[in-house]
C-alpha cells in the first residue's frame, strides 16, 4: 500500500529551473528517510539527493551539489527536489525512494534539459 508518486518533470532550457515533486501515501511519511534517484538509459541509477524524515540532515552527490536542493514538508506528505542551473547533463528519469521496508520507488518523471 506504501507508495510514492512523482510529478514536475518535463522539458527545460539549460540553465532554467525546475521544481519535482513526490506525494506518498500508504505509510508514515515522517518517519521514514527519504532520497532522489536519476537514471540515464544504459547507465546505473544514480543518488542525486537523500534527507532524513524530519529533514535535519541532507546529502548531495558531487554532481549536483550548489544547483539541487532536497527538501520535505510532512504535513503533506511531499518530497521536493529544486534543480536549478540545469545542464544537458541532468537529462534522466528521476525517481523518488523511501526506507520502507527493503525501499520503494516511484514510477519516476522524466526531465529533459534541452535548448
Known amino acids: 500500500q506504501a507508495r510514492l508518486v512523482e510529478s514536475g518533470g518535463g522539458l527545460v532550457q539549460p540553465g532554467g529551473s525546475l521544481r519535482l515533486s513526490c506525494a506518498a501515501s500508504?505509510?508514515?511519511?515522517?518517519?521514514?528517510?527519504t532520497s532522489w534517484y536519476r537514471q540515464v538509459p544504459g547507465k546505473e541509477r544514480e543518488r542525486v539527493a537523500a534527507?532524513?524524515?524530519?529533514?535535519?540532515?541532507?546529502d548531495y552527490a558531487d554532481s549536483v551539489k550548489g544547483r539541487f536542493t532536497i527538501s520535505r514538508d510532512n504535513y503533506k506528505n511531499e518530497l521536493y527536489l529544486s534543480m536549478n542551473a540545469l545542464k544537458p547533463e541532468d537529462t534522466a528519469v528521476y525517481y523518488c525512494?523511501?526506507?520502507?521496508?527493503?525501499?520503494?520507488w516511484g514510477q519516476g518523471t522524466p526531465v529533459t534539459v534541452s535548448s
Open positions: 500508504g505509510f508514515d511519511f515522517d518517519r521514514y528517510a
Open positions: 525512494f523511501a526506507l520502507v521496508g527493503s525501499g520503494i
Open positions: 534527507i532524513t524524515s524530519i529533514g535535519d540532515s541532507i
